[in-house]
């Protein structure tokens, strides 16, 4: 991992098999375009605790996040599935969604 995706790897608090694949910055537009990938062949279920296999990925999706030093910054990823023999065919937790995540819960797709 290079040092730019390192440090937003760090600034996103990423853990759990999500990282930073590339850091693209416009200087010209003031954007910063993020992608993030789950790493992992695995997730658990969100709502309860039992580790399943991927799936499959949605589409992938963008997040807005706070925007430091005015430049716009976004964050793209896909969602990886689980099939839960409870609860079906769910979303894996997206950390930087969550209730309390420091980021911004935008999503601009
Ligand atoms: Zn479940």
């Not at 910055?25 to 296999?53: G, P």
């Not at 030093?69 to 990886?80: D, G, I, K």
């Not at 689980?82 to 979303?91: F, R, S, V």
Request: proline share 3%; net charge neutral; glycine share 2%.
């Amino acid at each position: 991992m290079e040092y730019t995706e390192e440090h937003y790897q760090r600034l996103l608090g990423l853990k759990d098999s999500w990282a930073v694949q590339s850091v693209n910055l416009s200087v010209e537009n003031r954007k910063v375009s993020i992608e993030v990938q789950y790493e992992s062949v695995e997730a658990s279920c969100s709502k309860y605790a039992k580790i399943y296999k991927i799936y499959d990925h949605q589409e992938k999706r963008s997040w807005r996040h706070l925007d430091p030093l005015q430049f716009v910054t976004e964050l793209h990823s896909t969602t990886p599935r689980i099939n839960c023999t409870q609860h079906g065919i769910l979303n894996i937790k997206v950390l930087w969604a969550e209730k309390h995540s420091p980021l911004t819960r935008m999503a601009l797709t």
